[in-house]
């Protein structure tokens, strides 16, 4: 009888290699079409085509045509079923593959693990927006900063309490539906403009919302490029920081020329303040999102109910809400990684890849391509995060192919889609800015300072990076 060592004598073992992914234990056939760059078909964007017309048609039409007064125009088709209607198209085309091969790709692009990764911070995001809402963190931290302000500097200080509020929430449309009633008033008994005041608050929502570690933005464009939060942020504050320095410096000097407002006393809790500020801290200082999220949700309950603002059940039943709140755009975000995946594997961001290398050229050139295609997605979408996911995909190639660091596409997809969703007037942001003071939103775009100077700041970042030579594609 032979031993053991002796049978093993002539015979390879096989390498196992020591981590695998479940992406990489799929079979060889996936491997291969992963490896493989299907040709240029601009066809395959039809889906896209379709969602388009269906969404930004259906929303022009209701919103200048025959708008519907209890909806606004460019809501009345729900984007989840814009995409829908979309993926239906995407299983029609390419009859060369199955209808289980295509459910097969979709779950590709659906079981990526910074989708996953995305979809739990959504899920979190969305319980800490709840629980901080009930417990009544956000007026008392608003309250708290205008208590604080002189009047005659009421409106660069609604600036100022605008981007802390959206840096400490995560969301500028909370934002503004807090601050746009007080900056209404602010123009009422200071004389100053509305349109200057509301616009004011639009800048500085947007600004937090370009920068806060738990905005749905920021989770969307990190993830998707596989790149730090912290990371980002320090990309991003490069742009936003002078863009919001200079807004200021502005609106300081309208408050000088123009009167002095009342404002009043406003009630607040320190107890309820704290959570934001110690979240903000938090993230500055780069720590794990699911553990600030984690410890934002403890302080708000703790702060809560100290307060006797929330109670043990109200607690859980608003973080409940919140995620309820989260869902459509968690659905959204499935359903256009799986539209993307078969796009991609039927060439059709191959088709929108060999249009950006024919008219942008060089590492700067990609970064306008980017930029280029982040915006056109945000003005056709109306939606900053919904754009970035539909974006990411090819944004993530052309990173690659045209040697730009990963942090800078993020920033990139962020800032761009912020900058356009903060000065359409059919997105969510004026439009509901627009409602709640009584003006058109149309209006308002003429005060958008601080939108505008971040479009100027992100040319002037990218203009320096010059025309470096390109890697080889793929490599």
Known sequence: MRDKDSLDEGC?????????????????DDRKRQE??????????LPIGVFLVLYLGFGI????????AEHMGFYVMSVVVAFGF???????????????????????????????????????????????????????????LLNIIPGRFSVPGLFVIACLISMSMGTSVGTITVLVPIAAAVANTAGFDLALCVGTVVGGAMFGDNLSFISD?????????????????????????????????ILIVFALQGGEAVLGHY???????????????????????????????????????????????NAFAAMGEGTTGMFETMIVTILVSAISALIEVYGGFESILAFIRRHFHGRRGGMFGIGFLTAMMDIAT?????????????????????????????S???????????????????????????????SIMKCLYYPYLLLVFVVLSILPEGKRQNKPYGK
């Open 412 to 442: 990139l997809l962020d800032t761009c889609s912020c900058v356009f969703q903060g000065i359409i007037p059919y997105g969510a942001q004026l439009l509901i800015a627009a409602n709640l003071a009584g003006i058109g939103s149309v």
């Open 217 to 249: 933005t920021t989770i969307a464009a990190t993830k998707t490029q596989g790149v730090e939060m912290k990371d980002k942020f320090r990309t991003n504050l490069k742009i936003a920081l002078p863009a919001a320095a200079i807004t200021l410096v």
């Open 382 to 410: 109306a939606n900053n995060t919904v754009a970035i996911v539909v974006a990411a995909p090819i944004a993530k190639t052309i990173s690659a192919e045209y040697d730009i660091e990963p942090r800078k596409t993020a």
């Open 86 to 144: 979309a993926l239906m198209v995407a299983f029609l085309q390419n009859r060369s593959l199955k209808f289980e091969d295509k459910i097969h790709i979709c779950a590709l692009g659906i079981g990526d693990d910074n989708i996953t990764v995305m979809l739990l911070i959504f899920l979190m995001a969305g319980a800490f927006s709840g629980i901080a809402k009930a417990a009544g963190g956000v007026e008392s931290t608003s309250h708290l």
């Open 36 to 45: 493989t760059t299907p040709a240029p078909n601009a066809k395959a964007l």
């Open 12 to 28: 390879e073992k096989p390498v196992v290699p020591e981590k695998m992914t479940v992406l990489e234990v799929f079979t060889e």
């Open 267 to 313: 009630d607040y809790s320190y107890w309820l303040a704290l959570p934001y500020f110690i979240v903000l801290v938090m993230a500055l200082f780069g720590i794990n999102v699911f553990l600030v999220l984690g410890a934002g949700m403890a302080l708000f309950l703790a702060s809560g109910m100290i307060v006797g603002s929330l109670s043990f059940a």
């Open 61 to 68: 039409y209701y919103t200048y045509v025959s708008p519907v």
